[in-house]
């Protein structure tokens, strides 16, 4: 996108949409598998943290290779 004094900016696009439905499809997933309202509770708090959890995992698998 060209500016009126010629400089150009880069404008990434939105990446909140791609974290929405990882959340929306996690939130599924664990709700699915509650049974009580603390499991549901729980599971809505995996699904907003679910990124963190699935980094750590893939940084420990390339740590042992």
Do not use: C, H
């Not at 996690?26 to 995996?46: C, D, H, N, P, T």
Request: aromatic share 16%.
């Amino acid at each position: 996108m060209a500016m009126a004094n010629g400089d150009k900016r880069y404008y990434p696009p939105p990446s909140g949409a791609v974290y929405g439905l990882g959340f929306i499809g996690a939130v599924i997933y664990f709700i699915q598998q509650a049974s009580g309202f603390w499991e549901i509770i729980l599971a809505i708090l995996k699904a907003v943290v679910w990124p963190a959890i699935l980094t750590y995992k893939l940084l420990e698998l390339l740590r042992l290779q």
